[in-house]
């Protein structure tokens, strides 16, 4: 039996950001229509190396393929000269459950599809000007956050912090030559999110960055940091306060996400949730009904958006006749 295998340089070369936001977007709806099988997330924390890995698996009924991933964050790897994140995925034939591909992505399908879900909350809850982004976090989630932004938006202002000054100035630097927008480094969550039309959250903060106070009416929040229970971007008090609160899946963010922290702390009922994000784009529930409203999108992350995005790539290096082959 053949295993193919599959480099991050291969599967950068496969997959690219609409590839991603239509497959993410499609995962949400099958997941929020019930065609997705996903356990719960496996989470092994390693504070004494600043670490943390995720197992995530899912299997989207219809489909040829399942597909389970590790991925990982060890927050003290850039001073090791090493990426943050890393990671791989197993592609499996559902049928038989025979191995078909080993993905060494390097977290690369995961770092993509997190931010095609974030594109895809903006484009059902934000408004359709959103010329002010804030952006609360400047590493690699940041880039692919603001990558897919611009497939759905059009800003013209983008406000970044960090809590490494050196970092935001990194951020610009890299992306200033892929987009002609006006980016600046702001000192604070509070300077980011100020006037902000749009604000993003991608940091692995287990303390709340940002206040309610700081919102400007209409704004729309997509917090994608917080993917596990001890983790924290928003004050409970935004989610309280917010006219509507979606979830990629309500059932994993009230375990781990920012609605977790604040079902935990009693600043909201069940009751307060909108939705799902997948909901909405089924056209089951409205999302946004006009401009005013404050919106937050809370997302932790879905097996079946690993699963889609992976399955784009396996049947992309199946038509290319990518990747080297193990026999096992």
């Given at each position: 039996?053949?295993?193919r295998?599959?480099?991050?340089?291969?599967?950068?070369?496969?997959?690219d950001i609409?590839?991603?936001i239509?497959?993410?977007?499609?995962s949400?709806?099958?997941?929020?229509?019930?065609?997705?099988?996903q356990?719960?997330?496996?989470?092994l924390d390693?504070p004494?190396?600043?670490?943390?890995?995720?197992?995530k698996?899912a299997?989207?009924?219809?489909e040829?393929?399942?597909?389970i991933?590790?991925?990982?964050?060890?927050?003290?790897?850039?001073?090791r000269?090493l990426?943050?994140?890393?990671?791989?995925m197993?592609?499996?034939?559902?049928e038989?459950?025979?191995?078909?591909?080993?993905?060494?992505?390097?977290?690369?399908?995961?770092e993509?599809r997190?931010?095609?879900?974030?594109?895809?909350a903006?484009r059902?809850l934000?408004?359709?000007?959103?010329?002010i982004?804030?952006?609360v976090g400047?590493?690699t989630q940041a880039?692919?956050q603001l990558?897919?932004?611009?497939?759905v938006?059009?800003?013209r202002?983008v406000?970044v912090?960090?809590r490494?000054?050196?970092?935001?100035?990194d951020f610009?630097?890299?992306m200033k030559?892929?987009?002609?927008?006006?980016f600046?480094a702001?000192?604070?969550?509070?300077e980011?999110?100020?006037?902000?039309d749009?604000?993003?959250?991608?940091?692995p903060?287990?303390?709340p960055l940002l206040k309610?106070s700081?919102l400007?009416?209409?704004v729309h929040?997509?917090?994608?940091?917080s993917d596990?229970?001890?983790?924290?971007?928003?004050?409970p008090?935004?989610l309280?306060g917010?006219?509507?609160?979606?979830?990629?899946s309500i059932g994993?963010?009230?375990l781990l996400?920012?609605?977790h922290?604040?079902?935990?702390k009693?600043?909201?009922?069940?009751?307060k949730i909108s939705g799902?994000l997948?909901?909405i784009?089924?056209?089951?529930?409205?999302?946004?009904?006009?401009?005013?409203q404050?919106?937050?999108a809370?997302?932790?992350?879905?097996?079946a958006?690993?699963?889609?995005a992976?399955?784009?790539?396996?049947?992309?290096?199946?038509?290319?006749?990518?990747?080297?082959?193990?026999?096992i």
């Amino acid at each position: 039996m053949n295993v193919r295998i599959l480099t991050e340089s291969q599967i950068r070369g496969l997959l690219d950001i609409g590839e991603t936001i239509a497959a993410v977007e499609k995962s949400l709806a099958d997941f929020s229509s019930g065609k997705v099988i996903q356990p719960a997330v496996v989470n092994l924390d390693l504070p004494l190396f600043q670490g943390e890995v995720h197992v995530k698996s899912a299997y989207v009924q219809g489909e040829e393929f399942y597909v389970i991933k590790v991925a990982s964050g060890f927050y003290a790897n850039p001073s090791r000269g090493l990426p943050a994140g890393n990671g791989l995925m197993l592609v499996f034939e559902a049928e038989t459950g025979r191995p078909l591909a080993l993905l060494f992505d390097n977290g690369l399908i995961t770092e993509m599809r997190t931010g095609a879900a974030g594109a895809v909350a903006a484009r059902h809850l934000a408004r359709k000007a959103v010329p002010i982004v804030g952006l609360v976090g400047a590493g690699t989630q940041a880039r692919f956050q603001l990558e897919a932004l611009m497939a759905v938006r059009s800003p013209r202002e983008v406000r970044v912090w960090s809590r490494s000054p050196s970092r935001a100035r990194d951020f610009i630097e890299d992306m200033k030559p892929r987009f002609a927008l006006d980016f600046r480094a702001v000192s604070s969550p509070a300077e980011a999110a100020g006037g902000a039309d749009l604000i993003v959250t991608a940091t692995p903060s287990r303390i709340p960055l940002l206040k309610r106070s700081w919102l400007s009416p209409g704004v729309h929040i997509t917090a994608v940091g917080s993917d596990g229970p001890e983790k924290c971007e928003l004050d409970p008090e935004i989610l309280s306060g917010a006219d509507l609160l979606y979830c990629d899946s309500i059932g994993q963010c009230s375990l781990l996400g920012e609605t977790h922290h604040a079902l935990e702390k009693k600043a909201i009922r069940s009751e307060k949730i909108s939705g799902e994000l997948g909901e909405i784009i089924l056209g089951a529930k409205p999302g946004r009904f006009h401009d005013g409203q404050i919106t937050v999108a809370d997302l932790t992350g879905l097996g079946a958006e690993d699963a889609a995005a992976a399955a784009v790539v396996y049947r992309k290096a199946l038509s290319s006749d990518l990747g080297v082959f193990i026999e096992i």
